[in-house]
């Protein structure tokens, strides 16, 4: 009877185990789901899952993230003009996506630019082996309760820019880009818009007349200096 009831133990226990690992490997594969920047592209940039710069019918585009399994049907919302005219439309994704929030921007119910808040889930390394390497780059200096960050703004030429935060102490002069850095906001936008896009805070998050930053030619991997600090 002692016998009996250790193998039934051990058996339990091994069942345990098993199911432990199951439930690990599972939480292991959502954790390493890439961003939707870079998985199931069906198409090149700056279109972004078959949702193009200079599409139109925002209706249609509803339909499109309706039908997006890793899109969190209830949290899809529309803003509009005072006229009535959809702006844009807001989504949160879910899992197995990684990224944080999605935008796309209307003008006149044309697509402008589609916003994916990447948060985390997506480093320089993997942006560049998707798009190449940006040609210019703008830097703006941010304000949190508690310390600054530089917010650097990678523009690449397919009519795609990409940003990323790195905070900073008072006195240095300089943040390092690496491969592993974090990228925040992937934004794909109509590169004939870019200069009217300039004027809003889609493609720089930050009021024109506020901004200290410039365009400047992209260096490389390394140091971006910290300006208008």
């Not at 009217?196 to 930050?206: A, V």
């Amino acid at each position: 009877m002692a016998k009996k009831s250790f193998f039934l133990t051990f058996a339990a226990l091994l069942a345990f185990i098993l199911l432990a690992l199951i439930a690990i490997d599972g939480i292991t594969d959502l954790l390493e789901n890439p961003s939707t920047v870079i998985s199931g592209a069906k198409c090149e940039p700056p279109c972004w899952r078959g949702i193009t710069p200079g599409q139109e019918d925002p209706y249609h585009i509803f339909e499109m993230l309706s039908g997006m399994n890793d899109v969190n049907m209830n949290s899809i919302a529309f803003q509009s003009d005072k006229d009535d005219r959809i702006e844009s439309i807001y989504w949160a994704f879910q899992r197995p996506a990684p990224d944080g929030t999605g935008t796309v921007y209307f003008a006149e119910e044309r697509v402008t630019a589609i916003s994916i808040l990447t948060i985390n889930a997506l480093n320089l390394g993997e942006l560049f082996e998707r798009l190449g390497e940006p040609d210019h780059y703008w830097a703006e200096v941010g304000q949190r309760e508690y310390n600054e960050y530089l917010r650097v703004y990678l523009f690449f030429p397919q009519g795609c820019v990409a940003d990323v935060l790195i905070d900073f102490e008072s006195g240095d002069e300089q943040v390092t880009l690496k491969q592993s850095t974090p990228v925040f906001r992937v934004t794909y936008y109509d590169p004939a818009r870019y200069d009217s896009l300039l004027e809003t805070r889609i493609l720089i998050d930050k009021v024109p007349n506020a901004r200290t930053g410039r365009l400047t030619p992209w260096p490389g991997y390394g140091a971006i200096p910290i300006e208008g600090n």
